[in-house]
C-alpha cells in the first residue's frame, strides 16, 4: 500500500446490485495521481464511444485524490466524473468540503458506478461496510433536505453527495450537492447520478491515513499556515470569498451582463462581496483542512417568501446568476442561488441558460404561450422560479432547455443559438472574453467547453495587452498543464492562485505523504498533457472531426461589439479566432485541423489513442518539430 492513500477501490454494479473491493494499483496512482487523472483514463478505457451518457455503459468515478484527507493546503477536494450528457465528452466537476477526505478515512481512493439500479438506490459506506441500501424515502427530494434526512436517519457524523430532482429527471447539468451548499457542479454529472438512479452516497471513515513522513508534513504545513496568514490577499479572501471580484470584474470590464450582451453591470454594488457581508452573512464557512475560508454561508429574505440558506452566493454565481439576468439585490441573487442549489442544478449554466431564454423573451423568440403563460423577463424572481420548475419537470419547452444549449436553440429558432452563451455545450463562466482574448481561447480550447478553470488568463490579457492576440496560446496551453494537477491530486487551487503556495511546496507535501522522493514538476506536468491529449481524442472519437469545428464559441463572441462599459469597443473576428486556434495547435503539436498528431501521441505513450484515431481517419498533421523536452516544452518564459 502507498502511504498517503486510503488503499481501497470499489466497483459498484447498479444492475447486479453488487459490490466489488479491490486494492489501489501502485503503479496506476503513481501513473494517474487520482481525481481527473483516474477519471479520464478510466472513462476512455472503459465507455464505449457510442454509448449513451444516460445509459448503463457509461461510469460515474468518484475519486478524492492523494492530497484529500491530509492536513495540508487543502486536501478537501474530490472529483466526480463520467461522459457528459451536456458536453458529450470526458467530463469531470470537484468538489469541496469534506466528502473527500471521509472517503479516504474509510480507506477509499476510487469508486467506479456502472449499471443502473432498478429502483432508487444510495450507497452507504461505514467504513468497511459497504452496503446499496433503498432510497425511496428520499427520492423526489432537494439537495439539501435529502442531506438532513440522510443525517437524520444515519446519523449527523456522516459525510454526503447526493442529488436533487433535477439529476433525478435528468436535465444535462444537473449537480451533486454536499455539505449544504457546495457542488460538483459543471458537465451534468448530477444526471449521470440520476440516470443510475443514485440518490446519494453516504460516508463515514473513522480510520486514520498513513503518511510517510508526518513530521516533515506537518512542519512544512505549519509553516506554510503562519506565512499565508499574513499574505496581504489572505484577508479580503477570508472576509469576502470570491464575490469581492464582482466589482473587479465590472471595473475591469469582462462581468457578464444580460446574458453577456455588454461586459459592465452599472447596479453591481448592490450584489457585490461588500453587500453580501453587510446584508446576508451568518458565518463564513471552511473545507476541511482550509484556513482561507472562502465560504459565505448566508441568508436571504425576500417578500412574500420563507428566508433561504444558502452557501454563497460565491463569484460564478453571482455573475451568472447575478447581472447576467438582472438580478440587481443580494436577496435576490441568493435566492435564485438557493433554488438552483435545491433543485440540484449547476448555477453557472443555469444561471446562463436563464439568461439565454430572457433574452430569447426579449427579443419575441419565446413568447408567453410557450412559457405556459409565464414570461421571463429580466429581474424577475417570478419568472425565474416558473422557468425552473419547468426545466426540473421538464415542461414544454423546459424540456428543450433541460437537454442544452443546441437543443433549446433549435426549438427556438429564428437564429436563437447566436444568443446561447457556450463552446462544447458548456454554459461559459462569469466572464465575457472578448476584452480578453486569451481568456476566450481559453474557454474555446478547454475540454469540457466554456469553463474558467482549466485556464484562467485574464491578468495576463491586460498585462500582455487586451489588443493582443499572439503569445497567447502557450500561456493558456501552459495554464492549461498547471491547472489539472490540482484537479487531480484534490487540492484546492486557491492557495496556489491567491497566496502564493508554489508548486515546488505542492510537490513536496506529495513527497512527504507517498514518500515519492522522485515525483517532479515535469512528471505533474507531463500527466497534464497526457490527460489533456486522451481528453482530445476522446471528444473526437464520440463526436468525428476536424476538431477544429468544434472549438469556436457562439457568434455572438467575434460578431459583436462590446457596447458599453470600460471595455466598450472591444471586438473580435473570427479571423482572429483563427489566428489564436493556429497557434495553440502548432503549441499543442496537434495538426491544423485541432486533431492531436501521432508524434505528440506517440512522444505522451498514448498508443491507444494514435491507433483509435488513426481507425477514424482523425490525426492530425503536425505543422513543426516538437521540441525535445516533455513536459515542459510549452513553458512560456513569462513563467
Ligand atoms: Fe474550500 Fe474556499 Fe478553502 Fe478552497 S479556499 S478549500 S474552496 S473554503
Not at 42 to 61: K, Q
Not at 76 to 95: H, I, M
Not at 175 to 180: K, L, R, S, V
Not at 213 to 222: E, G, Q
Request: aromatic fraction near 10%; glycine fraction near 12%.
Amino acid at each position: 500500500m502507498v502511504p498517503g492513500f486510503g488503499g481501497s477501490t470499489l466497483r459498484i454494479d447498479l444492475s447486479g446490485g453488487t459490490v466489488t473491493r479491490a486494492p489501489l494499483d501502485p503503479a496506476f496512482a503513481r501513473a494517474w495521481l487520482g481525481g481527473r487523472g483516474y477519471v479520464d483514463k478510466i472513462v476512455y478505457d472503459e465507455v464505449p464511444r457510442d454509448a449513451d451518457p444516460l445509459g448503463p455503459e457509461n461510469r460515474l468515478v468518484v475519486t478524492p485524490g492523494v492530497f484529500s484527507g491530509h492536513f495540508a493546503p487543502s486536501g478537501s477536494k474530490c472529483c466526480f466524473g463520467a461522459v457528459s450528457p451536456l458536453t458529450n465528452g470526458a467530463g469531470d466537476s470537484t468538489v469541496g468540503g469534506h466528502f473527500g477526505p471521509e472517503l479516504k478515512f474509510a480507506g477509499y481512493d476510487l469508486l467506479v458506478f456502472e449499471g443502473i439500479a432498478t429502483t432508487p438506490t444510495y450507497l452507504f459506506i461505514d467504513d468497511d461496510r459497504v452496503e446499496l441500501r433503498d432510497a425511496a424515502a428520499y427520492w423526489g427530494h432537494g439537495t439539501m433536505d435529502a442531506e438532513r434526512m440522510l443525517k437524520e436517519d444515519l446519523g449527523e457524523d456522516v459525510e454526503i453527495a447526493c442529488i436533487g430532482p433535477a439529476g433525478e429527471n435528468l436535465v444535462s447539468f444537473a449537480c451533486i450537492g454536499h455539505d449544504y451548499g457546495r457542488q460538483a457542479g459543471r458537465c451534468g454529472i448530477g444526471a449521470v447520478m440520476g440516470s443510475k438512479r443514485l440518490k446519494a452516497i453516504v460516508v463515514r471513515g473513522t480510520k486514520a491515513l498513513p503518511v510517510h513522513d508526518l513530521p516533515a508534513l506537518k512542519a512544512s504545513t505549519m509553516e506554510i499556515m503562519k506565512r499565508t496568514a499574513q499574505h496581504p490577499n489572505m484577508a479580503p479572501w477570508q472576509k469576502y470569498g470570491t464575490a469581492m471580484f464582482i466589482g473587479w470584474s465590472n471595473e475591469h470590464g469582462v462581468y457578464p451582463a444580460h446574458n453577456f450582451q455588454t461586459t459592465y453591470f452599472e447596479r453591481h454594488p448592490g450584489i457585490d462581496g461588500q453587500t453580501l457581508v453587510d446584508r446576508l452573512l451568518v458565518s463564513h464557512k471552511a473545507c476541511f483542512g482550509c484556513w482561507m475560508n472562502c465560504g459565505k454561508y448566508s441568508r436571504a429574505s425576500l417578500p412574500g417568501r420563507e428566508a433561504v440558506y444558502v452557501e454563497g452566493p460565491e463569484y460564478e454565481t453571482g455573475a451568472l446568476c447575478g447581472g447576467n439576468c438582472g438580478f440587481d439585490q443580494i436577496e435576490q441573487v441568493a435566492y435564485v442561488n438557493w433554488l438552483f442549489d435545491r433543485a440540484g442544478i449547476d448555477t453557472m449554466t443555469g444561471g446562463g441558460m436563464a439568461a439565454f431564454a430572457m433574452e430569447c423573451y426579449e427579443k419575441g423568440l419565446i413568447t408567453r404561450d410557450r412559457l405556459e403563460g409565464h414570461e421571463m423577463r429580466w429581474g424577475s424572481i417570478e419568472d425565474l422560479e416558473h422557468f425552473v420548475d419547468m426545466l426540473v419537470e421538464r415542461r414544454g419547452i423546459g424540456d428543450a432547455f433541460a437537454r442544452g444549449y443546441a437543443s433549446a436553440a433549435a426549438q427556438i429558432g429564428g437564429g436563437a443559438e447566436r444568443l446561447a452563451c457556450q463552446v462544447k455545450g458548456q454554459g461559459m463562466s462569469g466572464y465575457d472574453g472578448r476584452p480578453a482574448p486569451g481568456m476566450l481561447l481559453s474557454y474555446m480550447t478547454a475540454d469540457i467547453g466554456a469553463h474558467h478553470n482549466r485556464s484562467w488568463t485574464i491578468t495576463m490579457d491586460e498585462d500582455l495587452g487586451k489588443n493582443v492576440l499572439t503569445g497567447k496560446a502557450k500561456v493558456v496551453v501552459h495554464l492549461q498543464h498547471i491547472r489539472p494537477f490540482f484537479d487531480t491530486v484534490s487540492c484546492c487551487r486557491l492557495f496556489w492562485g491567491e497566496v502564493d503556495v508554489s508548486d515546488e511546496e505542492h510537490i513536496a507535501a506529495i513527497r512527504m505523504m507517498t514518500g515519492w522522493h522522485d515525483l517532479t514538476l515535469e512528471e505533474i506536468l507531463l500527466l497534464s498533457e497526457r490527460v489533456w491529449n486522451i481528453n482530445r481524442a476522446h471528444y473526437l472519437e464520440r463526436n468525428g472531426g476536424p476538431g477544429r469545428r468544434f472549438d469556436y464559441p457562439n457568434a455572438r463572441f467575434y460578431e459583436e461589439e462590446v457596447p458599453t462599459g470600460p471595455s466598450q469597443g472591444a471586438r473580435l473576428t473570427l479571423e482572429d479566432l483563427d489566428l489564436m486556434l493556429d497557434e495553440y495547435y502548432a503549441a499543442r503539436g496537434w495538426g491544423k485541423d485541432g486533431n492531436p498528431s501521432r508524434e505528440v501521441l506517440l512522444d505522451l505513450g498514448l498508443d491507444t489513442c494514435v491507433a483509435n484515431l488513426e481507425r477514424e481517419g482523425l490525426l492530425g498533421t503536425l505543422t513543426e518539430p516538437l521540441p525535445p523536452v516533455r513536459g515542459e516544452r510549452y513553458k512560456p518564459k513569462a513563467f
